[in-house]
């Protein structure tokens, strides 16, 4: 296995996978924290902060950032979520240490200068008014609201128009100063890589990241279900439904996904067949399964012609219910075909790679090989797959809508059609 | 270079690259035919057909393609564009065999069965009508209409509703025996594959394809410029705007490339960091240039509040007027570096490379090597590129805007603000 792990005195985690072959490498610096290690004060800050750590450091002005990296032909991104903030770079091999002063240097040295700060307040006032002109977008926001309801893990990363306004830059120096650690931070990197050049150049450039230990845990997930509906002018009505899922750290987190693999992934599952092929309901239908450290979300998304949304949601839901009860092993080697090939394309990517063995680090403390997951998968039987099913849909479902709603329904508890289990 | 190609007696071509690290491959099947190879009376018969493929064979139902591919842990798609129709698959080394057999199944003994046609046109009117409700697909629906007016490349590729609704299945097989022909198509496979193997099968599973020549070409593209403005409730108004852009066949295709990276492409280009950086006017900025086999478009793509559209235009158009007279040396460096490094991750990529191989076969009847293209891009100077911005800035422009549009404005010519050329 290429894989390789470092702990540096201070905490910092490194990994790397050297792709022998490659001539580019992508970079991740992946911080354990995210939107839902925010206080209620703090909504939107995990994501003000990873915008405005491209606005200017000590030695970086927002432009040679940009410049910086882009001289390389390389690029730089970021992105928030629910438990992580991640920044990437991908560039060639020559130029991994120039990416790794880069992302330090935003880490560590940035300013937050007040003018830079208002500027950016109004980019992202933008890409929350681009979120609600995007009905598929919108419509997870409300689902994972609608289920985890006045809790942080429910709450638009993005945060609200009114909190972001307000926040200053002593705000986020705060936040920053608390959750930017270096036991909290993994250093990714796969492609053409080499792993005691990385740890070196690593810890010379995150020597500055406080070694002290996190001392924060984000707030415990409850899973309540419910529904938010919101009336649109739309073509299409889109509709969201989610039951309680199964945390990543769970040894039935794999049934789970198998199962929402089989009952809705790809165009052999019986969602697609029922909904799309035998009945046309629908362009876009699949399920999906979220895991969370703590908590996960099951479900399916579907886009309709609003006179078919109710028709549509029975023939999903009896979908679900029946796959709890009779999904057939032919199916669920299917489904497990899929996802043992998943797994190795995203081995063969490295930006894919270099994503996994971060999440998988702050997860875990240790990268899954290959093996071990498909062994996991092939261990689990038919028997277990329904069972982790049946157990989901048993639990409150949360409905999201938007559009034209008035046929979209909140669904007795799938469980009732489960009889006999 | 791990390239090698071959053209089959019956005039279809095969392209492959072997990537020797790799266990799966990408195989993707490239019709030379796409919307602008369509009669008025065809519109939309592209895409009807390409999904129809999936809809059953004289060996396969529906459901068995879908299965017999998913049971290898391979996944199937496609893709109909302004010029091509693509199918493709991503497969475990050893399942290429299958891979190819359902591809060329698909393609070649398709039954187009009259209940299946009927559920099938219900599922593209859901298509039709989710871009209706994505204002960032329709936008740029709309500026292709209104640049190229009254002919087939300005059509959306799904074609109308109405269209649609009226095909039958003699319709499609007659539109599929003249443009589904050996000469016009290109296998292409990269990863995990060996070119003779690829070809002995290829030349089986496709023996049926006619090899009669095609006696079709699109009529040509008249670049005009124009505008379309759709008033709706939006929280932000979308708003494209284009030129006359450069075929891909033209010696200055290049030129215009490095032109729009430069002046939009990258964080660090004059777009970004005037409208976002220096301005927050949006959260999304950035130029793009399509070509196409004998015409192009070069324009950007912005998405902001209402109040702020009309300086978000001037802004911008002033960058990529500007940037004709006196784009500097550094500024086209970054955007060649970044090209480079985009191309050599597109080589690294199966997926990308099996796409970019096909469309090169069919554009130049060959495979460009990266060392051509890279000296194609280096050959070019600073006076060529910004001659190319200022022939295209001169065209007449094309504006296509979605959402609160009262501030929206036709620009006078940016051959206006270019004193002095």
Redo the contacts between chains.
């Keep these: 296995m290429s894989v390789k792990t470092t702990t540096l005195p201070s905490g910092l985690r490194i990994v790397s996978d050297r792709?022998?072959?490659?001539?580019?490498a992508s970079i991740g610096v992946f911080v354990g924290a995210g939107s839902r290690h925010e206080h209620l004060s703090e909504h939107g800050l995990s994501h003000l902060l990873e915008h405005m750590a491209?606005k200017g450091t000590r030695r970086r002005s927002?432009?040679e950032?940009?410049?910086d990296?882009?001289?390389?032909?390389?690029?730089?991104n970021a992105a928030t979520s629910t438990e992580h903030t991640a920044y990437y770079a991908?560039?060639?091999a020559q130029d991994i240490p120039l990416a790794l002063d880069i992302l330090a240097d935003v880490l560590i040295e940035s300013t937050f200068e007040a003018s830079e700060l208002?500027?950016?307040?109004?980019?992202?006032?933008?890409?929350i008014?681009?979120v609600?002109?995007?009905?598929?977008d919108l419509v997870f926001e409300m689902l994972n609201s609608a289920a985890f309801p006045d809790q942080p893990i429910g709450r638009p990363i993005l945060g609200t128009a009114e909190r972001v306004s307000g926040f200053s830059g002593d705000a986020i120096r705060a936040y920053l100063a608390t959750h930017y650690l270096a036991g909290t931070i993994v250093v990714s990197a796969a492609g053409a890589v080499e792993h005691n050049f990385l740890c070196n150049e690593a810890a010379r450039v995150f020597s500055r990241l406080p070694s002290v230990c996190p001392e924060w845990d984000p707030a415990p997930a409850y899973y309540r279900g419910g529904d938010k509906r919101m009336k649109r002018?739309?073509?299409?009505v889109?509709i969201a439904v989610g039951f309680e899922g199964t945390p990543y750290s769970n040894p039935d987190f794999y049934a789970l996904q198998i199962f929402a693999n089989a009952a809705g992934g790809?165009?052999?599952s019986r969602l697609?067949?029922e909904v799309?092929?035998?009945?046309?309901?629908?362009?876009?239908i699949s399920a999906f399964h979220w895991g969370y450290s703590d908590t996960g979300l099951l479900g399916f998304y579907a886009?309709?012609?609003p006179k078919n949304s109710g028709e549509l949601m029975r023939v999903a839901l009896d979908c679900f219910g029946k796959a709890a009860l009779d999904l057939s092993d032919?199916e669920i080697?299917?489904a497990k075909?899929?996802?043992?090939?998943?797994l190795?394309?995203a081995l063969?990517?490295?930006a894919a790679r270099c994503d996994q063995m971060a999440r998988q680090m702050i997860a875990f403390n240790r990268v899954l090989a290959r093996e071990e997951i498909i062994a996991a998968i092939d261990r689990i039987d038919t028997s277990q797959i329904r069972a982790e099913g049946a157990r989901a849909l048993r639990s409150s479902p949360t409905v999201a809508a938007i559009?034209p709603v008035a046929k979209v329904f909140v669904p007795d508890r799938v469980a009732l059609q489960l009889k006999g289990i």
Tied chains: 1, 2.
């Design positions: 792709m022998a072959h490659l001539e580019t491209f927002a432009r950032i940009a410049e990296i882009e001289m390389a032909g390389g690029d730089l991908h560039v060639l208002e500027r950016e307040k109004g980019v992202i006032l933008q890409e008014r681009a609600e002109d995007t009905p598929d002018r739309l073509e299409q889109h790809g165009m052999s697609f067949q799309r092929e035998t009945r046309g309901l629908a362009y876009s886009a309709t012609d032919a080697k299917r075909a899929q996802m043992k090939v998943s190795l394309a063969e990517n490295p559009g």
